[in-house]
Nanobody, 124 residues
Framework: QVQLVESGGGSVQTGGSLRLSCLAS????????MVWFRQAPGKEREAVAA???????TYANSVKDRFTISQDKAKRTMYLQMNSLKSEDEAMYYC???????????????????WGQGTQVTVS
């Protein structure tokens, strides 16, 4: 069982940057897909970016060219570097992971069995 803990959220001005981290408590599976989701009040949850065990990366169109997902397997940590933040990026951000050979075409809608508690990002 994997426990995930997000950190790095906070308040930032429009156009600013934040880096979120997602720490896995146990060793990561050999093959997996890890994803950053976000959810704003009154809105549906949105998949933001994904990275798999082969370091393949995928982004939602809304964040492409502004956000960068990465990972440090030795530290069991996934990151989300967020630049040029907009008001519409304000949300609770969650990380999630599932065993998988790759994130694949349906990464945004696949089920994920393990989730963190979230970290709040506020943009004003």
């Amino acid at each position: 069982q994997v426990q995930l803990v997000e950190s790095g959220g906070g308040s930032v001005q429009t156009g600013g940057s934040l880096r979120l981290s997602c720490l896995a408590s146990n060793s990561l599976p050999n093959n997996y897909c890890m994803v950053w989701f976000r959810q704003a009040p009154g809105k549906e949850r949105e998949a933001v970016a994904a990275i798999d065990s082969d370091d393949e990366k995928t982004y939602a169109n809304s964040v492409k060219d502004r956000f960068t997902i990465s990972q440090d397997k030795a530290k069991r940590t996934m990151y989300l570097q967020m630049n040029s933040l907009k008001s519409e990026d304000e949300a609770m951000y969650y990380c999630a992971i599932e065993r998988a050979t790759a994130c694949g075409k349906y990464w945004a809608t696949n089920p994920y069995g393990y989730w963190g508690q979230g970290t709040q990002v506020t943009v004003s």
